[in-house]
């Protein structure tokens, strides 16, 4: 008998109205919006059976279409991508979901196809997301950079994400801090099982989550673990105009 592989939907959450950073997915990148480049670059992951952009805007979602993506209309309201991920759920069979944030404009998907793998390997975890290792102190000192506390490495398990370096290093200089601890700076790609998306969705908003604006946290406050996989090479996350300007002129 054949052996039945799991379906994977990748999704990506596009809102339009960001706080920081006001109609961020559809910005004007290279004449395209960055959420095209966002979802070009998902859809070459080898573990993704389809991907999705999940949106409570109409902008969002004729934009995207006339680009070439499947979408779906998600209810205004969510909290945050992974609700709005668990939405997609309810509405498409599948058993793994991949959540791509939708202002994740450089990342290689070999990074998709690892976290992927690693769900799959790791039969009772619900929950895993990539680190990568912090090496610079603007990054480190960074708000819009979220670091992630991980027990051991390669392969490990997330004890707490926030947006300050922690921990804090009590007997060192801020210069070049990274250099005598190892930091980790979180990746905006989350791997779910449906039966985690379903507890996510149960669960309300928890207390450090709203502090650090964190969905993640959610998890951790209920409980749950959250799976670690570290990967290595560049990416690039936008998060305020200026980030876009950066990345107009090097690309």
Request: aromatic content about 10%; some cysteine.
């Amino acid at each position: 008998m054949a052996k039945v592989v799991a379906k994977v939907i990748g999704v990506i959450p596009a809102r339009l109205d960001s706080k920081r950073f006001p109609a961020k997915a559809l910005a004007p990148l290279k004449g395209k919006p960055l959420l095209f480049y966002v979802w070009r670059q998902a859809c070459k992951a080898k573990a993704l059976d389809k991907v999705i952009i999940a949106t409570d805007s109409a902008k969002i979602d004729k934009v995207a279409r006339d680009f070439g993506a499947e979408t779906i209309m998600t209810p205004k309201g969510l909290r945050n991508g992974s609700e709005r991920v668990a939405e997609v759920a309810n509405k498409v069979s599948g058993d793994i979901f991949v959540s791509v944030q939708g202002d994740f404009l450089k990342f290689n998907p070999n990074w998709i196809d690892s976290g992927v793998s690693a769900l799959r390997a790791q039969k009772q975890l619900q929950f895993l997301t990539l680190v990568t290792r912090i090496t610079d102190d603007r990054e480190l000192f960074n708000p819009d950079r979220v670091k992630a506390v991980v027990v051991g490495e390669s392969s490990s398990e997330a004890l707490w994400f926030t947006r300050y370096p922690v921990p804090f290093m009590r007997d060192e200089v801020e210069s070049d801090i990274w250099r005598r601890f190892k930091y980790w700076k979180h990746l905006g790609i989350y791997f779910y099982r449906r039966s985690g998306l379903k507890l996510y969705q149960s669960w309300p908003m928890s207390a450090h989550e709203k502090a650090e604006s964190l969905e993640q946290l959610r998890i951790l406050e209920n409980g749950k673990k959250i799976g670690t996989i570290v990967v290595r090479g560049k990416s690039i996350c936008i998060d305020s105009p200026e980030d876009l300007k950066i990345a107009s002129n090097s690309r």
